[in-house]
């Protein structure tokens, strides 16, 4: 029973590539969220997906920042021409339905060099 | 906005006390639900409360969301290293997107 699975673990890139994150949600789960972690800060909501479908990116900054999650294999957060201010944790959740508790992965700690 | 708050950000206490804490919302909350992440770890869900006046015990951990549905408490009883991590409270926001969002969380550490 496998839980929501993040990859890459860590991923380093320097300033002006692009980062690639991939989210496989729970079995049997179709939400599909994205936050931020700052050192010492919370967790920032980015974007919430549905298979094929963006729910809500009011958190997405407007430009470089993208995600989608397609009727076959995982989410994708993608980050292009990455700045040092973009180094963070990515966390992945799901969810069965609309409103019950989230099931976060691992996180995917970028480094921006 | 519509955002919970936690306050203090930090707290330390000594092994065997008890701890407190609170998530605070202007708005009425239609449910709420806690996590915890430890050091270097990812959230992990704890409890929703959905019900005015609810409370829910999980072993020294009790969760009570208040009678107004304005604010939620998490109290831990004779605290040990293992209760160690940040602990947040989400809301739903209102409307049909059904996202969760954070407080800044509470970090507790625990003096052996």
């Given amino acids: 029973n496998a839980g929501v699975m993040q990859n890459p673990r860590h991923l380093v890139r320097r300033r002006g590539q692009e980062a690639r994150l991939r989210c496989s949600p729970m079995k049997g789960h179709s939400h599909v969220y994205w936050y931020r972690q700052l050192p010492e800060e919370g967790l920032k909501f980015m974007v919430y997906l549905q298979k094929e479908n963006i729910i809500d990116e009011s958190g997405m900054p407007k430009e470089r920042f993208s995600a989608e999650f397609p009727k076959e294999g995982p989410s ?3 980050i292009q021409q990455v700045v ?8 992945c959740a799901s969810s069965r339905e609309a409103g019950s508790p989230l099931h976060f992965g691992n996180g995917t700690r970028l480094t921006v060099t | 906005g519509q955002q919970v708050m936690q306050i203090p ?15 605070n919302s202007s708005t009425t909350l239609s449910n709420i639900q806690w996590y915890k992440q430890r050091p270097g770890g990812h959230p992990v869900f704890l409890i929703q ?3 005015s006046g609810e409370v829910k015990k999980q072993k020294r951990l009790t969760f009570q969301f208040g009678e107004a549905k304005k604010n939620s408490s998490l109290h831990i ?5 293992t209760d160690v ?3 947040f409270c ?10 969760l969002t954070f407080g800044k969380g509470i970090t507790l ?4």
Avoid at chain 2, 77 to 81: G, I, K
């Fill in chain 2, 9 to 23: 950000q930090y707290q330390h206490v000594q092994e065997g006390e008890d701890f407190t804490t609170y998530c």
């Fill in chain 2, 85 to 87: 991590g940040t602990y």
């Fill in chain 1, 84 to 91: 040092r201010g973009d180094s963070a944790a990515y966390f």
């Fill in chain 2, 90 to 99: 989400g809301r739903e926001m209102a409307g049909a997107n059904s996202k």
């Fill in chain 2, 109 to 112: 550490s625990v003096r052996p």
């Fill in chain 2, 49 to 51: 409360l959905v019900k």
């Fill in chain 2, 77 to 81: 009883t004779a605290t040990q290293t």
């Fill in chain 1, 76 to 78: 994708i957060l993608r």
